[in-house]
Every structure is written in C-alpha cells, then in structure tokens.
C-alpha cells in the first residue's frame, strides 16, 4: 500500500511542479484550486474514508467468516446505490455550478468567477468515476490487494501532467492563455478519472465474484443494513471534516487569490505525509482490526498490540517529514515547485503556510488510525462527536488569526494563513486526544510510544542542523540540486542516527531493503 501511495504521491507532486510552472499563483491557479475544492469535497464525502469506515468493516467481517457469496451481494448493493446517488448529485451540482462558486469563492468576482464556475461544471462528472473507484478500493483493501489501488491515481496524475506539457507553453504567458489552460486541465481530470476506475474495476469484480456481482437495492439484509447505519454518521463525519477545509477556503478567500493558491500547494505537501504514513498504515489495519473475532478481551489485547505497533511506524516517518517542513521547509517547496511563473516569494509564503499546518501533523496521523479502531469496533459515532467539535475549534482559531489578531498585530498575508493552519493544527490534537481516552475506556491503555518519539526528535534535529549547514554554505545551484543535496544528506543522517539507538522501527523498515541488496 505505501508503495502505491508514494508512486501516487511523487506523480501528484509531478503534477503541482508542472502546474506551478505554468499558472505559478495567478488568477488562473485560485480558480482552478478553488474549483476543485467542491469535486473534491464530494469525493471525500462519498469516496474512500466514508466506505472504508462504513463498508470495509462489514465486508471484511463477512468474508473472515466465510460468507463469500452474502459479501458479494453487499458488495454489489453498494455499487448499485453509489452509482445512482453519484448521477443524480453530478447532474445537480452541474446545473449549479455558479450559486456553489459564491458560498465556496464569495470573494472571486467577474471573469475569475465565471472561469471558477465553469471549471466546477466540467470537473463535477468526474466526481462520480472517482467515487466508484473508491467502492473498488473498498473491495481491493478487503482482499488485501493494496498496490493496484493506490497506484491506480498515478493514471489521473498523468493525464494532466501530459495536457498541461502538452498545451501549455503557448498559454502559459498571457493571463486568457492561462483560463484557456485551466479549462483544458479540468478536462483532464475527467479523463483520469475515467482511467483510474478502469484500472481497477475489472479486478474489483473478479474478486467480488461474476456469478455474485449484479445490480441490487435490496436493503433489507442484515449486513447492508449495517453498512447503512454506519454510512450516515461517517458521511456526517467526514462532511463536518470538510467543512472544516471549507472554513479554511473562505477564510482564506479575504486574504487574496495569491494567498488561495499558496495555501494548496502548502496542503500538498502537507497532506504527503499524510496520506503516505497516516492513511497507508490505517488503511492497511482496518481491514485486520475488523477480522478480529472471539472474546472480548482477546480482541481487545489484539486491537491494542496492533493499535501500539501502527502508531510506532506512522511516528518514524512523521516526525522526520515534520521536522523537514519546519527546518527545511523553503528547500523543499523549492525543489517541487520554484520554476517558470512560480518565484522564490511564492516558495517562502509556501513555506510559512507549511510550517503553521506542521502543528498538528503528528496528530492528524495517528488520529486516522484511532478512528479507523473505532470503525473496526462499529463505533462511527465516536469520531462524528470529535470531528464535530474539531470543526468548531478550527474556525473559531482561523477566524480569530485571520479577523482580530491580523489586524491588531498588521499580520501580512501569509502570517495569517499560517496562523490559520496552526489553529487546525491545535484543533486536531484536540480530536486526537479525545478518541485516544474513548478508545482506552473500549480496549484499555494502549502504548503511547512517548519514549520512540522523543528518541525520534532527537535524531531528526541533529539531522537538519547538519542539513540545513550544508544548504546555507552550498553555491548558487538550481533549487533542485539543493533539495537533492539537502534533503538527501537530512534522509541519510536520519535513517543512520535510528539505527545506531537500536530502534526497531528502523530495523523493520530497512531489514527488508538490506536483505533485498544483499541478494
């Protein structure tokens, strides 16, 4: 799964680098990112997080039960209501494209709010591919068939890596060309979507079985029913969560286009981590936490041992990736993103941005794992109450960053998104803290790894020290050799000062690397 995830991720950053040399923070970029927001919003509603808390525990179970034939039959009721639920809200969200654009955009007017709406309309049927494709994922993790899923966006990535390579020179310099552009990625996106389904919906079928696969909405079993039931407070959930990104776009929306546009390539580099350890780990354990089966206090044992060892292998790659954010944050925006339109100013206010969002980067991992025990246990609503009370906090602090303290202390621009980025940071850390203490009154105490992360930061600072040394005393080089020399020295010292304390963390990442060269 990471495998796939970081084939996934590196063409996505492909992707941003490219874009970035051909919009850089214009008026063409705002809108495109602010357009995606309402695609993406759907997607994350309906697609991976809410099936993989709703449907994987319940298919998964089946099938550790041997009910092959029942999971098909779940399985493909999903599918069947996914499908009529994606057109009817693709055909909507369509025809109203222009009233979303002044609640997700209220500050973009005249040909940035028509571009901005234009570009919702094209992206909106591709919505539905990708939700679709997130029922195969569901189907694929249930298998334990990780790779093909997570790779499969690599397919979106390339097809607008290709038109932006493409037919982007000869727009890439007047601010029309650039609209033009933007429409021509939009309609990008529909066609990798288009890929990306096709690349797993055979195999999702196969494994799901023919003869079981068939179009139903026959709801009255007792496991779609429980699918059902899960369904609506995990959609509330992730709809609260989103809302919370909402709050950051509108927040951000009074600081300008340029701050918009800064603020999502931050969030890519922010959400690498992320996805890379947070949700490769927890997506891999759901499945395996929801096969537990017998007493409650075995599966409890289980779930903490299980609970214990995730947390220490998302802490071995998050503090490092946290740490480079923080210390070495301008060299990697540089080495993505600093070419063509996209100038040094813009990789420093990415930079400040990053650096507030890397507050609660700790947090927003590990709290993906909790969560995922807690749908493992049935228990959707746990995470509803703290997301809920996540989405509170966070507008309350990005509001006042944004709002009163900017202009008591006559913050620019890119101090108050970074303020907005922190105070989710604070936030998240909240959440986290409440659903570790409702998990220990379900399984008891599970390992904090307190000692592994402070051991953790100490090797990741005297990394960066050297790191950061090495980059101040380089010649003037192009951005990408630096990050090459900087952030390859920082990985090196990193992983060497791991290994020489004995983590096991670090053996059980690089065993398998060593005995692979000594073959």
């Not at 992206?123 to 539905?128: E, T, Y």
């Not at 529909?190 to 999702?204: E, I, Y």
């Not at 059902?228 to 509330?236: A, D, K, M, S």
Request: net charge positive; hydrophobic share 55%.
């Amino acid at each position: 799964m990471a495998s796939g995830i970081l084939l996934s991720r590196i063409s996505g950053l492909v992707r941003e680098r490219v874009f970035a040399h051909y919009f850089g923070s214009g008026d063409a970029a705002g809108a495109f990112k602010a357009a995606a927001r309402i695609p993406n919003f759907l997607q994350n509603l309906f697609g991976e997080g809410v099936l993989s808390a709703s449907f994987i525990p319940v298919y998964a179970r089946l099938l550790a039960e041997g009910k092959t034939e029942e999971a098909g039959r779940v399985a493909s009721v999903v599918a069947s209501l996914l499908t009529l639920s994606m057109a009817l809200l693709v055909g909507l969200g369509t025809l109203a494209a222009l009233p979303l654009i002044d609640v997700i955009a209220p500050g973009f007017e005249g040909d940035v709010r028509i571009l901005t709406a234009q570009l919702v309309q094209i992206m909106f049927p591709g919505v539905g591919l990708l939700v679709l494709s997130a029922w195969c994922l569901g189907v694929l993790n249930s298998h334990r068939r990780f790779f093909l899923s997570y790779v499969a966006p690599v397919l979106w990535n390339i097809a607008v890596i290709a038109t932006l390579i493409a037919l982007g020179a000869p727009r890439m310099s007047a601010r029309a060309g650039q609209m033009d552009l933007a429409r021509l990625c939009a309609w990008a996106t529909v066609a990798g979507a288009a890929l990306q389904l096709g690349m797993q919906l055979p195999q999702a079928i196969r494994l799901v079985g023919r003869g079981h696969f068939r179009p139903s909405l026959a709801l009255r079993s007792e496991a779609v029913q429980a699918v059902l039931h899960n369904f609506v407070p995990v959609v509330v959930s992730r709809g609260v969560v989103q809302l919370s990104a909402y709050i950051d776009q509108y927040l951000a929306n009074g600081l300008g286009t340029q701050a918009v546009a800064a603020l999502a390539y931050a969030q890519t580099l922010y959400l690498l981590p992320i996805s890379l350890f947070g949700m490769s780990v927890s997506a891999a354990e759901l499945p395996e936490m929801s096969r537990e089966i017998g007493v409650p206090d075995e599966v409890a044992g289980r779930l903490r041992e299980r609970l214990g060892a995730a947390r220490g292998r998302i802490a071995f790659f998050v503090v490092p990736s946290l740490l480079a954010f923080l210390a070495l944050g301008d060299v990697v925006v540089a080495t993505l993103f600093q070419s063509g339109a996209f100038r040094r100013s813009d990789t420093v206010m990415v930079w400040i941005i990053l650096a507030g969002s890397t507050v609660g980067l700790l947090a927003a991992t590990q709290g993906r794992l909790l969560s995922s025990a807690c749908y493992a246990l049935r228990d959707a609503r746990t995470p509803l109450r703290c997301a809920l009370l996540r989405v509170v906090l966070t507008g309350l602090g990005g509001w006042a960053c944004v709002v009163p303290l900017k202009q008591h202390f006559g913050w620019s621009p890119m101090v108050a998104a970074a303020g907005l980025t922190a105070s989710a940071g604070v936030a998240g850390w909240i959440e986290f803290l409440l659903l570790g203490r409702s998990l220990k009154r379900r399984i008891g105490h599970v390992d904090n790894k307190a000692g592994l992360i402070l051991r953790l930061w100490l090797c990741a600072l005297g990394a960066a020290a050297v790191a950061r040394g090495l980059v101040y005393v380089l010649p003037p080089l192009s951005p990408v050799l630096v990050g090459l020399l900087g952030l390859g020295v920082y990985g090196v010292l990193y992983l060497g000062a791991t290994v020489g304390m004995g983590l096991p963390e670090a053996r059980s990442v690089l065993g398998p690397i060593l005995r692979r060269l000594r073959r």
